[in-house]
């Protein structure tokens, strides 16, 4: 059998898409259609129907990439050594040390960090979001505090801050990857309008913003000793704030993987570490 019918397949497999794996190949559609009804043929089964205007893998065509994609991760892991990419959120990044993957921060849509862990684009992801999906894993890791902080030189607020001061101060608001909401308004209990004068997804971003103005941010717990390296106040909230649950997400088919549970365990030590 031709392993490029078998490459084909796995392409369109996990992309879902005609268009898409003949643009990650560099063939045509119809090319990429060619080789599908030839591997069909060798088989004697059919591996995809329409829907539409999409595609739907047949079960045959879902036991079969689960076969093949098992060989492929041995073969890549007898050529060369595994280095697997991971899709995480910046302020979890200076938690981790030496270890052996490629760190992307990760992308602000759900349905592009769902997708990407389905079709394998992504083989790990630590991230707040809650997913729940059959071909997914999710391992909570730690849950995570959020506190306050303050210029160091700030001309009102020293070390304690009541509601009505807080309220009356100007702020920076941390933004959540996925909807954009200010992170503020999902964490607290009663949240009231607030003055923000800028709106970040960056926690760095946000410390020095803070460390050169007036205005009061929220960051997460972890992150206490980069803030005072800034002479930043870390101030407790005058409310109660809801902790932040961080997962380890990945594909089932990683479940079993020798290197990716080290790894996992890894990252899961190091962040767990980070928390205390």
């Given at each position: 059998?031709?392993?490029?019918?078998?490459?084909?397949?796995?392409?369109?497999?996990?992309?879902?898409?005609?268009?898409?794996?003949?643009?990650?190949?560099?063939?045509?559609?119809?090319?990429?259609?060619?080789?599908?009804?030839?591997?069909?043929?060798?088989?004697?089964?059919?591996?995809?129907?329409?829907?539409?205007?999409?595609?739907?893998?047949?079960?045959?065509?879902?036991?079969?990439?689960?076969?093949?994609?098992?060989?492929?991760?041995?073969?890549?892991?007898?050529?060369?050594?595994?280095?697997y990419k991971v899709y995480i959120q910046e302020a979890l990044v200076y938690g981790l040390k030496n270890v052996n993957a490629i760190l992307i921060d990760a992308p602000k849509s759900e349905d592009t960090l769902i997708n990407d862990l389905r079709s394998r684009k992504v083989d790990l992801v630590v991230d707040s979001v809650g997913i729940v999906d059959a071909c997914i894993i999710r391992e909570e890791v730690a849950t995570e505090r959020m506190v306050m902080i303050a210029s160091g030189s700030h001309p009102r607020i020293q070390g304690e801050?009541?509601?009505?001061?807080?309220?009356?101060?100007?702020?920076?608001?941390?933004?959540?990857?996925?909807?954009?909401?200010?992170?503020?308004?999902?964490?607290?209990?009663?949240?009231?309008?607030?003055?923000?004068?800028?709106?970040?997804?960056?926690?760095?971003?946000?410390?020095?913003?803070?460390?050169?103005?007036?205005?009061?941010?929220?960051?997460?717990?972890?992150?206490?000793?980069?803030?005072?390296?800034?002479?930043?106040?870390?101030?407790?909230?005058?409310?109660?704030?809801?902790?932040?649950?961080?997962?380890?997400?990945?594909?089932?088919?990683?479940?079993?993987?020798?290197?990716?549970?080290?790894?996992?365990?890894?990252?899961?030590?190091?962040?767990?570490?980070?928390?205390?």
């Amino acid at each position: 059998m031709d392993l490029n019918l078998l490459d084909t397949f796995m392409k369109v497999y996990l992309n879902e898409s005609y268009s898409k794996a003949s643009e990650e190949i560099g063939i045509s559609q119809s090319a990429v259609s060619q080789r599908i009804k030839k591997l069909e043929g060798e088989l004697g089964k059919g591996l995809f129907v329409k829907k539409g205007r999409t595609i739907e893998a047949t079960s045959y065509a879902h036991h079969m990439a689960q076969k093949l994609g098992s060989l492929r991760d041995l073969v890549r892991e007898a050529i060369h050594d595994v280095r697997y990419k991971v899709y995480i959120q910046e302020a979890l990044v200076y938690g981790l040390k030496n270890v052996n993957a490629i760190l992307i921060d990760a992308p602000k849509s759900e349905d592009t960090l769902i997708n990407d862990l389905r079709s394998r684009k992504v083989d790990l992801v630590v991230d707040s979001v809650g997913i729940v999906d059959a071909c997914i894993i999710r391992e909570e890791v730690a849950t995570e505090r959020m506190v306050m902080i303050a210029s160091g030189s700030h001309p009102r607020i020293q070390g304690e801050i009541t509601p009505a001061e807080f309220y009356s101060e100007q702020h920076i608001a941390l933004a959540t990857r996925r909807s954009n909401s200010d992170l503020f308004n999902l964490i607290t209990v009663d949240p009231q309008p607030r003055d923000i004068v800028y709106r970040t997804n960056s926690v760095a971003s946000l410390m020095l913003y803070v460390s050169s103005s007036d205005y009061l941010g929220f960051v997460p717990q972890s992150m206490s000793d980069y803030a005072k390296s800034l002479q930043l106040q870390i101030i407790e909230p005058p409310f109660e704030l809801q902790p932040i649950t961080f997962n380890l997400l990945y594909h089932r088919s990683f479940e079993k993987d020798i290197q990716h549970r080290v790894l996992r365990k890894q990252i899961m030590k190091q962040l767990q570490a980070s928390f205390t």
